[in-house]
């Protein structure tokens, strides 16, 4: 079966970085995605990764590694408006959209 | 503002019951979606459309009626529900869509989302 694992919940301290894991088994790979959703909102997409590599986007980059079935998103600089949960999501070869469950991420002050 | 817009936002019914939830995109996208989203779980694929036409239905329960009368409103009826059907409803929409909820290029635009309790 196809699956995406990524840990449930993480703690962090405002100012500090955190990396998110996400490690995938699918049929195939099409590219992989992350998305933000704050609590009662919509998600809305943060980065999307298709070679391997790191794409930086402000405070925000995501990693992804083809052969070894991983991405991580890092954050950089958190603030408190950082908490959420992060969803990693990967098109699989048959172009179907496999979502992890997501992980919600708590910040300190 | 995601610009995709669900009502109601919350909703609370009995197994008895029928209402309908309704998706609006302002994007002129011609692919809309609905998810359900479950405490800690994926994310689940119910319906696509794709230019009005439903390309997908991941073995829903027939309790749960999609329509799509063009290509920016999605609704979904629902009729005699059961407890376990309480969930966080999510539309979608993307430029086009592929088979299964995604596109080549893959952005989804979520609303954000219809709180469905069943008593």
């Known amino acids: 079966g196809q699956n995406i694992d990524q840990p449930t919940e993480m703690t962090a301290t405002e100012g500090a970085i955190v990396q998110i894991n996400c490690t995938y088994q699918?049929?195939?790979?099409?590219?992989l995605f992350w998305y933000q959703q704050h609590a009662g909102e919509a998600p809305t997409f943060l980065s999307y990764n298709v070679l391997d590599g790191l794409e930086e986007k402000g405070r925000f980059s995501s990693f992804l590694s083809r052969s070894k079935g991983y991405s991580y998103l890092l954050l950089k600089e958190l603030q408190m408006k950082d908490s959420a949960s992060y969803l990693c999501a990967v098109i699989d070869g048959n172009y179907q959209l496999i979502w992890g469950a997501g992980t919600k991420l708590i910040i300190k002050p | 503002e995601t610009g995709v817009t669900q009502t109601p936002r919350h909703l609370v019914m009995g197994m008895t019951n029928k209402k309908s939830l309704k998706c609006e995109q302002h994007?002129?996208?011609?692919?809309m979606y609905w998810y359900k989203q479950s405490a800690k779980k994926p994310l689940e694929l119910m319906f696509v459309y794709n230019f009005k036409e439903q390309t997908e239905n991941n073995s829903v329960p027939s309790r749960f009626s999609p329509e799509c009368p063009n290509s920016s409103h999605l609704f979904l009826h629902l009729h005699t529900l059961q407890p376990e059907d309480s969930a966080l409803y999510l539309c979608?929409?993307?430029?086009?869509?592929?088979?299964?909820?995604?596109?080549?290029?893959?952005?989804?635009?979520f609303g954000e989302g219809s709180r469905l309790t069943v008593l």
């Open positions: 994007l002129g996208h011609n692919a």
């Open positions: 699918t049929s195939g790979f099409n590219g």
């Open positions: 979608a929409s993307s430029q086009e869509g592929g088979t299964s909820g995604t596109t080549n290029t893959g952005e989804l635009f």
